[in-house]
């Protein structure tokens, strides 16, 4: 993470920068983790300016989708959480971003899928935040 | 729609067959509306027995998406929709299954999610499923 460039003109949605810690850039996207540590909730920002997560072309969509994947495999590995909720919603904030969390039952939301239903906060500490980048980093 | 078998072994979790009515089988996945018309909501379940989206090998999860894409492409063109919301969840329902949604400011639950937002409800009629389901076969 860290090497690939951002082109000039990309910029992160200011509530994007608001609510996350920025971990740094996977092969497309800019991974960010959500400043609530109740559940593991990453997003992830691709380098585009489609909107919907559907209307990207299909190599970006699967460029898209492996990022994802390697974060899904880091919560579900090294986190040890069994379940992973995946979603590009993007009604609050346009700029589309790709939701990855990690669940388990007996979760401060569970069942429920965290957006308006996560009540519980929890910070991280920049510890924490870095044995996290270091451990997705790990997983090429 | 409705031209490849399904493997004798595949069935839909009951959940899924009461909360939505079927609309047949897209390349990858089955295709089903959720019964609550208030938005255009569709399911749709591939054919696997795989429970996570992002565990999915990558040439499923390219058809996975490819018929999510589909579908989406019908409820932007076809029913004028601007946005799509795009989850797989599956806290309750354990079956993989794709939310694939259309949305725009001032729907009845607009700008949450649907999960546990939406309180509004509306039926479709047996003709207005049948259009749908013709216009999604029309859209290859």
């Known amino acids: 993470m860290g090497s ?3 082109p000039r003109s990309f910029s992160l949605h200011p509530q994007l920068v608001e609510d996350c810690h920025a971990l740094g850039q996977l092969r497309f996207c800019h991974l960010l983790l959500h400043r609530n540590a109740a559940v593991p909730w990453f997003i ?4 585009t300016e489609v909107i919907d997560l559907l209307d990207l ?3 970006l969509r699967s460029k898209a989708l492996d990022d994802a994947t390697r974060v899904s495999r880091f919560i579900k590995q090294q986190l040890g959480y069994p379940k ?3 979603a590009a919603i993007g009604n609050v904030v346009p700029q589309l971003h790709l939701h990855v969390i990690g669940r388990r039952e007996g979760d401060p939301c569970w069942p429920a899928p965290v957006w308006g239903h996560l009540k519980d906060t929890a910070s991280y500490t920049a510890e924490q935040i870095e044995k996290i980048r270091r451990g997705i980093e790990a997983l090429s």
Chains 1, 2 share one sequence.
Request: no cysteine; charged share 0%; proline share 31%.
């Open 84 to 86: 992973v909720n995946f």
């Open 57 to 59: 072309p299909p190599v």
């Open 44 to 47: 992830l920002v691709p380098q």
């Open 4 to 6: 690939t460039p951002t």
